[in-house]
């Protein structure tokens, strides 16, 4: 079955740098659309970026110019390098993957999701 896997979160001062991980397993890597979702504690899930299989991109206003999102597709790998980071950058971060013909940041587009991985800004 489908497996996603995140690592690579942490705590950091603000102004540093993590690169988020997720490994897929148990489907013909790459979908359509892969994305990383986070949810800070007492707020809804939101869309960080998404990748699709063609590699086009998009992020999130709150993000631009400070998170890359990118993937490996010979390790099956997806990568979220997370620079500049805030302090209201903290939360949990989720990667998920869709296989339709649909790619946003819209948390019902994606049926597949990993457990998250927390990331913790510091001031």
């Known amino acids: 079955q489908v497996q996603l896997v995140e690592s690579g979160g942490g705590s950091v001062q603000a102004g540093g740098s993590l690169r988020l991980s997720c490994a897929a397993s148990g489907y013909t890597y790459p979908s359509f659309c892969m994305a990383w979702f986070r949810q800070a504690s007492g707020k809804e899930r939101e869309g960080v970026a998404y990748i699709t299989r063609y590699g086009t991109t998009r992020y999130a206003d709150s993000v631009k110019g400070r998170f890359t999102i990118s993937q490996d597709n010979a390790k099956n790998t997806l990568y979220l390098q997370m620079n500049s980071l805030k302090p209201e950058d903290t939360a949990m971060y989720y990667c998920?993957?869709?296989?339709?013909?649909?790619?946003?940041?819209?948390?019902?587009?994606?049926?597949?999701w990993g457990q998250g991985t927390q990331v913790t800004v510091s001031s």
């Open positions: 998920a993957t869709a296989s339709g013909t649909i790619c946003n940041m819209v948390p019902q587009t994606f049926p597949y």
